[in-house]
């Protein structure tokens, strides 16, 4: 029978017994983000006029805009963090953070009917101006 000490992995195996760890423990440390790294997309909805130039230059068409109902989002889970969108839009409403987006675990629709993973925006209504409005011919007589 050969020694067993005369095997290659054998000393190997001891000095790991010994020594640190050769990864890092991950949900306790984490590594700090390098330069450049891109995050999550973030939205600014009151600085939006709904232009729709973002949904449409998205490469993975994870953007959706309609200007009728005034309305943005993304699905987070699609996006591909190319920062495309960040860098046609006009008003600047679109960012890219230094943050990585949240994880999300399962693809399953929430109790509410929603995908994980999609962000939505409404912007209300500007109110009617009520200084220019037109006096009808009935409030007149």
Same mark, same amino acid.
């Given at each position: 029978?050969?020694?067993?000490?005369?095997?290659?992995?054998?000393?190997?195996?001891?000095?790991?017994?010994?020594?640190?760890?050769?990864?890092?423990?991950?949900?306790?440390?984490? +590594?700090?983000?390098?330069?450049?790294? +891109?995050?999550?997309?973030?939205?600014?909805?009151?600085?939006?006029?709904?232009?729709?130039?973002?949904?449409?230059?998205?490469?993975?068409?994870?953007?959706?805009?309609?200007?009728?109902?005034?309305?943005?989002?993304?699905?987070?889970?699609?996006?591909?963090?190319?920062?495309?969108?960040?860098?046609?839009?006009?008003?600047?409403?679109?960012?890219?953070?230094?943050?990585?987006?949240?994880?999300?675990?399962?693809?399953?629709?929430?109790?509410?009917?929603?995908?994980?993973?999609?962000?939505?925006?409404?912007?209300?209504?500007?109110?009617?101006?009520?200084?220019?409005?037109?006096?009808?011919?009935?409030?007149?007589?």
């Amino acid at each position: 029978m050969a020694n067993p000490f005369r095997l290659p992995m054998v000393p190997r195996a001891l000095r790991n017994l010994v020594s640190r760890p050769a990864t890092r423990l991950y949900p306790t440390e984490l +590594r700090p983000r390098f330069a450049g790294a +891109r995050g999550a997309i973030v939205f600014d909805v009151e600085s939006c006029n709904f232009c729709m130039l973002c949904a449409r230059r998205c490469p993975a068409a994870a953007i959706e805009c309609s200007r009728e109902d005034r309305s943005w989002a993304i699905d987070q889970l699609t996006c591909i963090a190319c920062g495309v969108c960040v860098e046609v839009c006009n008003k600047k409403s679109l960012s890219m953070s230094a943050e990585p987006g949240r994880v999300h675990t399962r693809a399953e629709a929430t109790p509410d009917g929603r995908r994980p993973g999609r962000e939505e925006w409404l912007k209300p209504a500007p109110p009617p101006d009520l200084t220019t409005a037109p006096v009808s011919a009935a409030a007149t007589d």
